[in-house]
Every structure is written in C-alpha cells, then in structure tokens.
C-alpha cells in the first residue's frame, strides 16, 4: 500500500547525513509514477477528495478486508487527472502527494514512526534541480515538514480505517458495483471489481445504529463517500475529452 511500510532495499530511513542534498522532483507526469488508475484514500480525507473523485471500495478475499480508493480511470494505467506535467485538480489523495517518502516503522515498536524515502523513485532528482529536503543546517524545508504532516495524517487514518471499514461490515452498508461507460465515440469500458455504499440500506439503518456511527465518527465519511459518486459522470466527460483529443 502506497505510504505504508515496506521491505524493499531502495527505501531508507530519512535523515539529513545520507540525503543532506536530495531534491525532489514534485512536478505530475506518467513518468513520475502518476499513471495509476486509483489511489489508496483513508476515511479521514473522504470530505476533501470527495469533491473532485469517485470514492469507491475494494474487497480483498485472502484477507477478507476492504479498502477505500479514490478513482482517476476506467482501466489500468489511466489517469484522467493529469494533464502533461500539471495534476488537474484541487487536491490529491495523500498517498500520492506524499510520494517518494512513506511511513516506517522501528524494528521493535511498532508504534515509532519513521520517515522512510524510496531511492528508487523516479521523483529523486538527479539533475540538482526540484526541492530540497534538508537546508544548508540540516533541518527539514517548509517541502519536507509539510510532507511529515501529511505522512501523520495518512498513517493515523490508516489506522483508525479498521475500525471504520469493521462498522460498514457489521451493518452491511457496502454493495457490489459495476459500471459500463459508452463513450462518445463508441468505445465501451466495465468497471468491475468493486464495491460501494448501499444508500437504501443506509436509509433504512435504525435510529441506534445511527447514532453509534456519528458518534464513533463513522457517519460523516460514509455520506462523503456516497456524495463522491456524483464525480463518476465528471469522470466519463474526462475520458470523452481525453479520448476524441
């Protein structure tokens, strides 16, 4: 998962002795690794994507856990949001704005919380060019403590999603959801493979249920969530744009 901990050999502890000149390369681009179909989102950034992407939810059988996703394309390695070396909207998912850095955990404790790099991304400038890191006293840039906020936010979200995703199943608020997009020119696309909030079983929950999920704050990114379908046919304008050129 995009901004968890991982094992590979290209990702390092961040720190000012091995990365004192690093600069980042924060332009959009497919060759920066933003063709991606869809990005993780966490139930605590439902509220801001909502506004610009279809927010969908995927089933994962061998660990029959769900994931949330905010959508970009109708097929893989379609991102309808970018546009040359710019992102076309107002807000990216977390997971994505925080790249190449992730969220890493100490050896021993599982609750240190560590700012990892991936070496082998292709936003690591090579040319000296793209925004610092460290400044000339080895202190994290206005770039990298806004990166740091953004690696907690993620990573509590992260966290607190289990509990959020636990009460959807325990009322069993989620559906299947397909889709067929017909273009203007013909061309046909399905979108399989996910799931979305049943409004109808929403609308019949029982005062109680209702209740508990406001109060464990549950409530408001699930009708976020609902509300974000709406960018679906914003997503096909999109394609249909992208599409007849």
């Known amino acids: 998962m995009t901004g968890?901990?991982?094992?590979?050999?290209?990702?390092?502890?961040?720190?000012?002795?091995d990365h004192g000149g690093l600069r980042i390369n924060t332009e959009a681009g497919t060759d920066m690794g933003d063709a991606v179909m869809a990005s993780?989102?966490?139930?605590?950034?439902?509220?801001?994507?909502?506004?610009?992407?279809?927010?969908?939810?995927?089933?994962?059988?061998?660990?029959?856990?769900?994931?949330?996703?905010?959508?970009?394309?109708?097929?893989?390695?379609?991102?309808?949001f970018l546009d040359g070396r710019a992102w076309d909207a107002s807000i990216k998912p977390l997971a994505m704005a925080i790249q190449p850095f992730l969220v890493g955990?100490?050896?021993?404790?599982?609750?240190t919380v560590q700012v990892h790099i991936d070496m082998g991304s292709p936003r690591i400038?090579?040319?000296?060019?793209?925004?610092?890191?460290?400044?000339?006293?080895?202190?994290?840039?206005?770039?990298?403590?806004?990166?740091?906020?953004?690696?907690?936010?993620?990573?509590?979200?992260?966290?607190?999603?289990?509990?959020?995703?636990?009460?959807?199943?325990?009322?069993?608020l989620l559906e299947p959801f397909s889709m067929d997009v017909t273009l203007e020119n013909g061309m046909q696309h399905r979108l399989v493979g996910y799931h979305m909030v049943d409004e109808a079983k929403v609308a019949s929950l029982e005062p109680g249920a209702l209740a508990e999920?406001?109060?464990?704050?549950?409530?408001?990114?699930?009708?976020?969530?609902?509300?974000?379908?709406?960018?679906?046919?914003?997503?096909?304008?999109?394609?249909?744009?992208r599409v007849n050129g």
């Open 40 to 80: 993780l989102a966490v139930p605590a950034e439902f509220r801001r994507l909502a506004c610009e992407y279809p927010i969908l939810f995927r089933h994962d059988l061998q660990s029959d856990t769900f994931s949330s996703l905010a959508l970009f394309g109708f097929e893989d390695g379609e991102n309808l």
């Open 213 to 241: 999920l406001h109060a464990a704050g549950h409530l408001a990114p699930l009708f976020m969530a609902m509300a974000s379908l709406g960018n679906l046919g914003k997503l096909v304008r999109r394609k249909n744009r």
């Open 125 to 172: 400038s090579a040319t000296g060019e793209g925004v610092r890191v460290f400044d000339d006293a080895g202190q994290p840039t206005p770039y990298a403590e806004q990166i740091i906020e953004m690696l907690g936010a993620l990573d509590q979200g992260y966290r607190a999603s289990s509990a959020f995703f636990a009460a959807l199943d325990r009322y069993e």
């Open 4 to 17: 968890q901990r991982t094992t590979m050999s290209n990702h390092q502890i961040l720190n000012p002795a």
């Open 105 to 111: 955990r100490g050896p021993d404790d599982a609750d």
